[in-house]
């Protein structure tokens, strides 16, 4: 009986895990360059959990929660005719200096210009061009080449630093759009990767998905808890009953 408490309850948190991880992408879903959560899960042998020297008294199987990833499949893009947007063909991502110095990426190209030319997120982080510096730009009419080279009235100023990821198994949500991975899992982008101007991506959340899913999660958790229920139901009546004396 223990263990079925275990079981259902391993769901029952997987259930939760799961709703809170779509609920995150639906509150995303307007986000410009969003990339989606998603849970994977792996399967044990309740064997594994019996009494020792018994296994075979608990063969059964369940599902466990096994980690979190980050779907990398491309958002929708969609013109806007807006000069500071930008959009990434191919596998890259723009690159970002956070506050504490430290590199960021991300697929979001709705950048703004501050009050000293520098080039931005929508949070004020720096855009960094391909030598490691913030992308400095003086007023004038901005353009750029699909190698991301940005030029002012027709004049080339600097590059864009636009890197791709070895393994996208390896990185992390650091905020909203932004993720972060090793250094040395990075490089630079080849020439398979585009950059063009005027252009948006949105966020990778299929809204009428995500949708499905909370009803079937839902459902799934409302489930256990009533096998929960019904375990606590058992063990009280083995509580009250076993033991007792009848006559």
């Not at 932004?178 to 101007?197: F, G, K």
């Amino acid at each position: 009986m223990n263990l079925g408490y275990y079981i259902s309850g391993v769901a029952g948190q997987m259930a939760q895990t799961k709703m809170d991880g779509i609920s995150n992408n639906l509150a995303n879903v307007n986000s410009a360059g969003y990339m989606e959560d998603r849970t994977s899960f792996s399967s044990s042998f309740a064997g594994k959990m019996g009494r020792e020297g018994a296994p075979e008294k608990t063969s059964a199987a369940f599902l466990s929660s096994n980690t979190q990833y980050i779907s990398t499949q491309a958002g929708t893009i969609h013109q806007t005719g807006h000069n500071l947007d930008f959009a990434v063909h191919g596998d890259g991502y723009f690159r970002v200096q956070m506050k504490d110095g430290s590199e960021a990426l991300t697929r979001a190209g709705n950048f703004k210009l501050n009050s000293s030319g520098n080039l931005t997120t929508q949070s004020n982080l720096n855009i960094l061009d391909n030598n490691n510096a913030p992308v400095q730009l003086p007023i004038g009419k901005i353009t750029i080449t699909g190698d991301g080279t940005i030029s002012v009235n027709n004049q080339p100023i600097t590059k864009l630093g636009v890197a791709m990821i070895t393994d996208t198994r390896n990185m992390q949500k650091v905020a909203g759009n932004l993720i972060s991975t090793d250094a040395s899992n990075i490089t630079a982008a080849d020439t398979s990767v585009e950059v063009r101007q005027g252009e948006l991506e949105s966020s990778n959340v299929n809204s009428v998905l995500a949708m499905t899913q909370i009803v079937a999660t839902m459902r799934n958790y409302q489930s256990m808890m009533k096998v929960v229920e019904q375990y606590n139901q058992l063990s009280g009546q083995l509580s009250d009953r076993v033991g007792m004396v009848s006559g």
